[in-house]
């Protein structure tokens, strides 16, 4: 069994930053990728950052420059969150595919980050 735990959210004024945590333990061989994902009020959920195994990040256009996705070697998974704005307010949920008796993809609990003006 595998769990995503994710921590660090918050509220915040506009401008302020913030790191969110996303720690996977269980049965875990290895982790091919590692990904935020946010859900405001009344919109779909969106991916907002992705790292591969390798190191390779991508990022959603509304957050380039000013979210950074970075990942230790103890399968804990980070987003800073720089600059923030209003719209930024969301859950922001972990996701990851990850090998240990099988292949599959978990997402975790979610936290609540919420951006002031």
């Known amino acids: 069994q595998v769990q995503l735990v994710e921590s660090g959210g918050g509220l915040v004024q506009a401008g302020g930053s913030l790191r969110l945590s996303c720690a996977a333990s269980?049965?875990?061989?290895?982790?091919?990728?590692m990904e935020w994902y946010r859900q405001a009020p009344g919109k779909q959920r969106e991916l907002v950052a992705r790292?591969?195994?390798?190191?390779?990040t991508n990022y959603a256009d509304s957050v380039k420059g000013r979210f950074t996705i970075s990942r230790d070697n103890k399968n804990t998974v980070y987003l800073r969150l720089n600059s923030l704005k209003p719209e930024d307010t969301a859950v922001y949920y972990c996701?990851?595919?990850?090998?240990?008796?099988?292949?599959?993809?978990?997402w975790g609990q979610g936290t609540q980050v919420t951006v002031s003006s």
């Open positions: 996701h990851a595919e990850i090998g240990g008796f099988g292949l599959s993809r978990y």
């Open positions: 269980g049965s875990i061989f290895r982790i091919n990728f």
């Open positions: 790292i591969t195994s390798g190191g390779i």
